[in-house]
């Protein structure tokens, strides 16, 4: 590798909106986020499917099911 052409590598804490934290590497620092893998929908198992407006029923009608 070419000396002084990288940029520093620093160990970084990552904190998100729920107040879970982690530490990592990063070329930014320390930084916060919106969500993350503990408040996520989908790794919780928490997700939902969301019928707005009866789309699920228009389409089951449109398409005979």
């Known amino acids: 590798m070419k000396p002084e052409i990288h ?4 160990e970084a804490t990552v904190t998100c909106a729920c107040g879970e934290s982690f530490v990592t590497h990063s070329t930014r620092g320390s930084f916060s986020i919106d969500i993350c893998s503990q408040c996520h929908p ?7 499917v969301v019928d707005t407006a009866g789309r699920i029923e228009r389409f089951r009608k449109k ?3």
């Open 7 to 10: 940029p520093e590598y620093v």
């Open 42 to 48: 989908f790794y919780t198992g928490k997700q939902k």
């Open 63 to 65: 398409y005979g099911k």
